[in-house]
């Protein structure tokens, strides 16, 4: 190495604990969750995912703007997720709602774990895929629904249901379907939009910011409803943009042929 050239500067060790803390504080909110729903209060677990999903979408934004990013706070976000968009949804609606569609031993019973578990396995599998996946996929897309999104969904069905006062027991069967369905999309091949490209200026349009506005004054207005419909329009988007994609490929190669 050459006198007057100078090692690259490295980020000192102490400016990892920022994006870490934000994962420690998802971590917290997802167990947090789990021991609400477990102690039957619904709202708390569905209010501390939501906290978990926000800090989640922080921790790794942090990392890339402060240059801390590395392969331990990779994997410690991936056990993080698995806590809070895996174990604490599938906890939350098996409380709730599940392990009301039979009598012990039967095989309505069995059928109500073992949904809520599938739920828990295909976030595991998401996750693990996903993480093999880091370096190739394509970032404007998620291949299979995100943990969080699944998570979301998941929730806002709940929080919708006990703010209208809906029994459970009415519920029970449709949310096994829905969790089973969850889980299917996040271990599929279909295609979501990931929302990480961003704009390519520094600079959005109006617009943006007027919809901005008014998806604020409607979730003051009604959060558990409003929450309901923006995550059942992403969860049918999916479908939608992997079909659109394969159309156009296959227009594609009809030009090409």
């Not at 942090?62 to 706070?73: D, K, M, N, P, W």
């Not at 709730?96 to 774990?113: S, Y």
């Not at 578990?117 to 404007?140: H, I, M, P, S, Y």
């Not at 029994?167 to 091949?189: E, K």
């Amino acid at each position: 190495m050459a006198r007057d050239e100078q090692p690259e500067p490295t980020p000192p060790r102490g400016a990892f604990l920022l994006p870490n803390a934000l994962t420690t504080g998802a971590l917290m909110a997802g167990f947090f969750a789990m021991v609400s729903a477990i102690g039957d209060e619904p709202v708390a677990a569905c209010i501390a995912i939501v906290i978990a999903g926000l800090l989640d979408g922080l921790d790794g934004r942090v990392a890339r703007l402060t240059g801390t990013q590395s392969e331990f706070g990779v994997q410690y976000d991936s056990l993080s997720d698995m806590v809070s968009f895996g174990l604490a949804p599938a906890i939350l609606v098996f409380t709730w709602t599940l392990d009301t569609l039979g009598q012990p031993d039967t095989v309505a019973a069995k059928a109500g774990w073992l949904g809520a578990f599938f739920f828990a396995a295909c976030a595991a599998l998401r996750l693990a895929r996903f993480n093999t996946q880091a370096g190739v996929a394509d970032k404007r897309y998620f291949q299979g629904l995100a943990s969080p999104a699944a998570a979301g969904m998941l929730v806002a069905i709940v929080w919708f249901s006990v703010d209208r006062e809906i029994d459970p027991q009415l519920v029970a069967w449709p949310l096994l379907v829905v969790t089973i369905l969850l889980g299917t999309l996040m271990v599929s091949r279909v295609r979501y939009y990931s929302f990480k490209a961003g704009p390519s200026r520094d600079r959005v349009p109006f617009a943006w910011i007027f919809v901005l506005l008014v998806l604020l004054v409607l979730l003051a207005i009604d959060l558990p409803a409003v929450l309901l419909t923006v995550g059942l329009l992403y969860v049918l988007s999916g479908p939608v943009v992997t079909i659109r994609g394969r159309a156009r490929q296959r227009s594609r190669r009809r030009r090409e042929g």
